[in-house]
């Protein structure tokens, strides 16, 4: 062993010992019973209705863009879950443990939780909301719509694609996996270093905590390229870079950021583990280390991941609010050189994360500009989705009413932004909640976003609208929480109170933090609603069903499928002659002619190797986590065994043929993501 | 900009029949470089690390620079990592005339260099060791080991590569597939040479004469 553990270890079991299961944690025994109950309401009805072979050959093993984009999305949807409760926990403690005669229960002297746990709490739910529910989310949306919004059968790489969203469902796991094996990091979700470090964090928290996001990043890496490559060299003919859809070019965008970005966070993680792993000195405090390198690489990814989030999401602005306006989108050129101008500023911007750590007064002076800069495309953005809603025929739909609250979001966080972006008002109101509470309005316009796209395009691949009653109140709820909470959480910044506190010591706190306990509460009932809104539009699908273009007034590609969208996307490859193809076609009365015939589509085959590598890098991470060696080593070999491997199969796929497609297109209307598309490929003609 | 209906009333054409006419080896190409983007800046993150720590206050009282370097020894390093490359892109020439033998004795030649590559690494290593220059001794040698570490693993990453790709030269000849994965490992061998070049300059060459 290089470095000092301070504990047990063995040879077959690492650090792992009973011990380091918290069965005495009442918190954590009610999470573990809550997350089992739910895993087995998801696992009884499998095996139940015996369809473990239907999930292993369609969903598992799926190698289609549609499925697996699903799948991140329901990932980051159990993830954002799990980090709301994470945020509950944060605001009900702070509530509770307000000046010196604030109760304590349990084991906590204050409130109900130890600092301890309250620090872990805090940092699982920075890392949970950034990197596995909003990221999977995003990624997600774009692995279902780029392809058909381009025109494309599949993503550029089909495969790598699945490997992508296991590497992210790994990371996903090794988080849930640290709240009963093992404890999480309480160093934040930025890692705060030297405490990352193991003389100072020497359980496994901070190990979890590297590996869950060393992993999951790889997978992010590889869907960055396999986005860039399709948007790049699989457009359907016509398809010019002029006429591509804003929703794609802010995607292309992200993922030029995402492919440059997530390396460096690689190389700051990599180096915070030689430190934890092999002795070195990267970042200590003491044999030459520097903390301030780790502060720099983190930011130089953490900003642009920024970045990263919420271009795709003034995509979905741009999509949607162009849709419900009945009108082109104003400014398209405007709107794709600002958003690269906001990609590029991007990675220009990031010593503002921490001004006040002795830059010096013309270093901040450089990234004080810099940042305010970023005002200036975002303004072009706002104002080119203003102009487009002006004089529109507005239908205020609950994916328009989610994008027109998500602009006034933008403003309030944009404005508070730019008022952080001077380092003399940051000096002041730095490390204050004043930031979380404006970064936590930026992060929501993105969630905002989210569902807004989550309810436009949910019609495209399941082929039935969501409930608009149900839909608003999830609205309406959701809204009036991040109100009620976040106003009063700039107020409390204002009057001093600092983040990441477990208990706080000024009682005249306490009115603002009943606020925003309310606040709370109002985002569960909205929990409730979006659960409802769920429940009733699959109760009545039947009688929601929709057609090629469920909101009559769409104007790109994706509408011009089925929906749902069979699994070969279009019959016939469209051939784009405009920038809003449907609205042109629909202009000139073309929007319903099918093509004449249907020729034989060559499609990829489903693969385990994907998911094989998911369960070994599960393997590979747990075993570095508690330093089970031969675990990591053979997890490690076996996922290069498996590369080997595939690349000596020769799997050309098989090919669709005209008449199989005909008969499918016949009854396209009655097919669904959900059902089974092995008997299509049994009969197609078979592997050439 | 957009497209107009013409006054003949006559559409455009909607659909594109057959095949969609996406050149498979341009893609995976395209795909290759942009993985070549993201190690790129894997690299450029441990140059900039290995810049902050070669200084005074991270030699920690060990050894600097100017002690541990020596330009004549990582002289024979930047030999043999280049003239690995030729051999293998000696060997890619031979694809032209269709000649399996010449590529295959390309490779041979380019992994014969690159385990000489290794082996004055590694014995480069093991003197430092042997004088007390270790990882863990300060955070300017940490960031010296691990720089050099991770070309390191680069290039044994490429000679697994290149044993993987004698077997299927051999298996399967010089088909399309075979030549795209022989292209693109080239371009993997010269960027790990590209920036052993850079990896010779800047740590080396600037570490002796500074």
């Known amino acids: ?688 | 900009m957009d497209a107009q209906v013409p006054r003949d009333g006559k559409l455009p054409p909607l659909w594109h029949y057959g095949h969609e006419g996406h050149d498979e080896i341009s893609t995976k190409t395209l795909g290759f470089w942009l993985y070549m983007i993201s190690d790129s800046l894997i690299f450029g993150g441990l140059f900039a690390a290995y810049g902050v720590l070669d200084q005074p206050m991270s030699f920690a009282g060990g050894p600097g620079p100017a002690q541990i370097m020596h330009p004549v020894a990582a002289f024979g390093q930047t030999l043999a990592v280049l003239t690995s490359v030729l051999a293998y892109s000696l060997g890619t020439l031979a694809m032209k005339t269709n000649n399996k033998a010449g590529v295959l004795l390309g490779i041979v030649g380019a992994m014969v260099l690159a385990v000489i590559f290794l082996g004055l690494e590694f014995n480069d290593f093991a003197v430092l060791y042997a004088h007390g220059a270790t990882l863990q001794r300060s955070g300017f040698l940490a960031a010296f080991f691990i720089l050099i570490a991770t070309h390191g693993l680069h290039m044994m990453f490429g000679l697994l590569w290149m044993a993987v790709m004698l077997v299927q030269v051999g298996r399967y000849g010089l088909s399309k597939e075979i030549v795209m994965r022989l292209l693109n490992l080239r371009l993997f061998w010269q960027f790990q040479a590209s920036v052993w070049v850079c990896v010779y300059i800047y740590v080396y060459l600037r570490g002796t004469f500074s």
């Open chain 1, 1 to 688: 062993m290089l470095v000092d553990l301070q504990g047990p270890w063995s040879p077959l079991f690492g650090r792992l010992t009973l011990a380091s299961i918290p069965y005495s944690n009442p918190i954590i025994i009610f999470a573990f019973v809550f997350t089992a109950l739910a895993g087995l309401a998801v696992v009884v009805p499998v095996l139940y209705y015996r369809k473990v072979g239907y999930i292993f050959r369609e969903w598992l093993t799926s190698v289609d863009h549609k499925k697996i984009g699903v799948m991140y999305i329901i990932l980051g949807l159990v993830m954002m879950f799990r980090g709301f409760v994470d945020g509950m926990m944060i605001r009900t403690q702070q509530v509770m443990a307000d000046g010196p005669h604030s109760p304590g229960v349990m084991e906590a002297q204050h409130g109900y939780l130890p600092p301890s746990h309250f620090d872990q709490i805090y940092s699982s739910h920075g890392t949970l909301m950034i990197l596995f529910a909003v990221t999977p989310i995003l990624t997600g949306l774009g692995n279902i719509i780029v392809p058909l919004q381009i025109g494309a059968r599949d993503m550029a790489f089909p495969t790598m694609n699945a490997i992508s969203l296991w590497l992210t469902a790994v990371g996903a796991m090794l988080i849930m996996a640290s709240l009963f094996i093992g404890d999480f990091s309480d160093a934040g979700w930025v890692g705060l270093t030297p405490l990352t470090e193991l003389p100072y964090s020497p359980s496994v928290g901070v190990d979890y905590w590297m590996w869950a996001i060393q992993i999951s990043s790889i997978g992010t890496t590889l869907n960055a390229i396999n986005i860039i490559t399709t948007i790049v060299g699989m457009r359907a003919p016509g398809m010019r870079w002029d006429r591509l859809p804003i929703f794609t070019w802010t995607t292309l965008s992200t993922n030029i950021i995402g492919l440059t970005a997530f390396p460096i966070l690689g190389v700051a993680l990599a180096l915070l583990g030689a430190d934890r792993y092999l002795g070195t000195h990267f970042y200590t405090a003491g044999l030459g280390g520097n903390l301030m390198l780790y502060t720099d690489l983190f930011w130089i990814w953490g900003h642009p991941e920024v970045y990263f989030l919420v271009l795709p999401s003034f995509g979905i602005l741009s999509e949607v609010i162009a849709t419900f306006s009945e009108k082109p989108l104003f400014g398209y050129i405007t709107m794709v050189a600002a958003t690269f101008a906001i990609a590029g500023i991007s990675w220009a911007v990031w010593l503002h994360h921490f001004f006040t750590m002795g830059a010096g007064p013309w270093v901040n002076t450089f990234f004080s500009v810099a940042t305010m800069l970023v005002g200036i495309p975002t303004g072009v953005k706002v104002f080119n989705w203003m102009f487009t809603m002006y004089r529109g025929r507005i239908t205020y739909t609950t994916p328009m009413l989610w994008s027109v609250a998500a602009l006034i979001l933008l403003l309030v966080g944009g404005l508070t932004g730019v008022m952080l972006a001077n380092p003399a008002i940051d000096y002041t109101v730095h490390n204050s909640v004043f930031v979380i509470a404006h970064f936590h309005c930026m992060v929501l316009l993105i969630a905002f976003t989210i569902f807004a796209a989550v309810i436009y395009w949910y019609p495209k691949v399941f082929g039935y609208k969501l409930d608009e009653r149900n839909g608003t109140w999830f609205f309406a709820t959701f809204t009036a929480g991040t109100a009620i909470t976040f106003t009063a959480m700039f107020g409390l910044g204002f009057m001093g109170e600092t983040r990441r506190l477990d208990y706080l010591y000024d009682p005249s706190w306490q009115p603002l933090l009943i606020v925003e306990e309310l606040g709370i509460f109002v985002y569960v009932l909205s929990c409730y609603f979006f659960c409802r809104m769920f429940y009733v539009s699959i109760r009545d699908r039947n009688l929601n069903r929709c057609g090629a273009d469920p909101w009559g007034t769409s104007r790109t590609l994706e509408w011009m499928t089925h929906s749902p969208v069979p699994f070969y996307n279009f019959a016939v490859t469209p051939h784009v002659n405009a920038r809003d193809e449907l609205a042109f076609r629909r202009s000139v009365g073309a929007d319903e002619t099918p093509p004449d015939h249907y020729e034989a589509i060559h499609m990829p085959k489903n693969t385990m190797i994907p998911v094989l590598i998911g369960v070994l890098a599960f393997g590979f991470g747990f075993g570095m986590v508690w330093r089970i060696w031969w675990m990591a080593g053979l997890s490690l070999l076996g996922i290069i065994a498996l590369v080997i491997f595939r690349s000596f199969v020769h799997d050309h796929g098989y090919l669709l043929s005209g008449e199989d497609i005909a008969r499918m297109e016949g009854k396209a209307s009655q097919m669904s993501i959900m059902s089974e598309t092995q008997d299509e490929m049994a009969m197609a003609e078979g592997v050439h």
